[in-house]
């Protein structure tokens, strides 16, 4: 599976295709939406049949097409991929494909430069996280990345059989011993989560176990493990890959939602203060074009029609540039371009799904540099 980083959804948005047309596809390809392959297959059909209708008058838009539709006729692994991204130019030798760990919503764009929001949003709400699972002999270390199992390790301390005869003394020596044997073991654990935090990294972790082992365990973290910990989970340590991955996704969703509502927390503040942020298609477009944006927040599916002016100018309204007087040119979602514009200009880009605040700001507004 083909990975994609934050650098190379920029590498992407800075491209050009000038005279010719990027066709950008996006498609669901995950099999517990769409079980049976030909069901699979027949959809995207559609879909490629309504696109080159619809691009007739391009000529490269209709092979390039075609060759995407290959793709998916194709002996297309579908136990680890859940989403297709492909970008096509063929007059400029563009041909990217990235395969996700993630569902995407099925979508066909031609423009002149790939359509990465989509991408951009499986990269903003799936974050590395670590997991810990532990209970008083056994810990399971994980790293997950795009919901796949990125690292694993297994850690067993068994402990020694408990005294069965009634002499107090000797149970209590027992018992004592017993639970510096887990604190070692606790100890251990913490350790090994440090040393892939060290070795690849994550941005939360997640601790699983009973409450008074994990209570324990996390005392034992290292500092920088603590101010990363987010969420804690009831998952034993004995749990399935697809148990864990399934709880993975859940909190992770979870972890999602609330980054999003802080970022719109911060842009409906600096909007009713008057302090570095805006609201609405039109003065979030003046603003991207002065360049005076730090981070754009956009409502998941948002679209609308927009011009396009040679001179860098976007708008609503065409047909003339209100800038450099000169003819713009009609684009059909001038939302997706603003946000390739954004990451052009290196901006953080947040996009929301399903958030009632930002509905309300307009379902587009910016936190500004200035």
Known sequence: MVAITEDEIRSLASFRGGDAPVTSCYIDVDGHHTARRHELVH???????????????????????????????????RSRTRGLAVFACSARDLWRVVELPVSVRNQITVNDVPAVSQLERVLDCN?????????????????????????????VDPLPRAEDDDHSYRRERAEHHQSALVHQHLRRAAGAMFDLFKEGGFDRLIVGGPDEVAREL????????????????????TASDDDLRSVASAVEAQLGRAKEGEVVARLRGAVGGGRRGISGLEPTLRALVARRVDTLVVSAGFSSPGW???CG???????????????????????????????????????????????VLGRIGALLRY
């Open 43 to 77: 959809s995207v059909e559609v879909l490629v049949r309504q696109a080159q209708a619809r691009f007739a008058s391009e000529p490269t838009v209709g092979p390039d097409l075609e060759r995407v539709l290959e793709l998916v006729r194709s002996d297309l692994d």
């Open 127 to 155: 974050e590395r996280f670590g997991l810990l699972l532990v209970d008083r002999q056994r810990a399971r270390v994980l790293v997950y990345d795009l919901g796949e199992l990125v690292h694993a390790r297994e850690l």
């Open 218 to 237: 996390e005392s034992l973290l290292h500092p920088y493990l603590r101010e990363r910990m987010d969420a804690r989970c009831a998952m034993p340590v």
């Open 308 to 310: 396009r002016c040679g």
């Open 313 to 359: 100018w976007l708008g609503r309204i065409g047909r003339h540039c209100p800038d450099c007087g000169g003819e713009m040119t009609a684009i059909d979602d001038i939302v997706e371009e603003s946000i390739e514009l954004a990451l052009s200009q290196s901006c953080r880009v947040e996009l929301c799904e399903g958030n009632a605040d930002l509905d």
